[in-house]
């Protein structure tokens, strides 16, 4: 069974920085998708970016394109999330999401059989 485990949300003031990490754990990822998907308050869960494992092409939705920065380090089977210059809109529960299968609509939410619990990130105006 596939689990992930999220890392490194905290409280941050507008215009710093924090990185995220999903570490991956029950079978090594070769191919595939990752992603991030955020959730803040009152809103539905949204598309943030993802990561194919293989070889490794980044997507990300337009509000957070040139602030985030997707990447993953195979060795250690886990995906990052790098933010900068981040807003208070950017607060939100995230969390991270995986499949085996390549090719998939990687901003559907169904497409994604594997989740983790999420961690907090606070942007403080």
């Known amino acids: 069974q596939v689990q992930l485990v999220e890392s490194g949300g905290g409280l941050v003031q507008a215009g710093g920085s924090l990185r995220l990490s999903c570490a991956a754990s029950?079978?090594?990822?070769?191919?595939?998708?990752m992603g991030w998907f955020r959730q803040a308050p009152g809103k539905e869960r949204g598309f943030v970016g993802a990561?194919?494992?293989?070889?490794?092409?980044?997507y990300y939705t337009d509000s957070i394109k040139g602030r985030f920065t997707i990447s993953r380090d195979n060795a250690k089977n886990t995906m990052y999330l790098q933010m900068n210059s981040l807003k208070p809109e950017d607060t939100a529960v995230y969390t991270c999401?995986?499949?085996?299968?390549?090719?998939?609509?990687?901003?559907?939410?169904?497409?994604?059989?594997?989740w983790g619990q999420g961690t907090q990130v606070t942007v403080s105006s």
């Open positions: 999401a995986a499949t085996y299968r390549d090719g998939i609509r990687y901003r559907q939410e169904n497409e994604y059989p594997y």
């Open positions: 029950g079978r090594t990822f070769t191919s595939g998708v």
């Open positions: 990561i194919s494992w293989s070889p490794g092409n980044t």
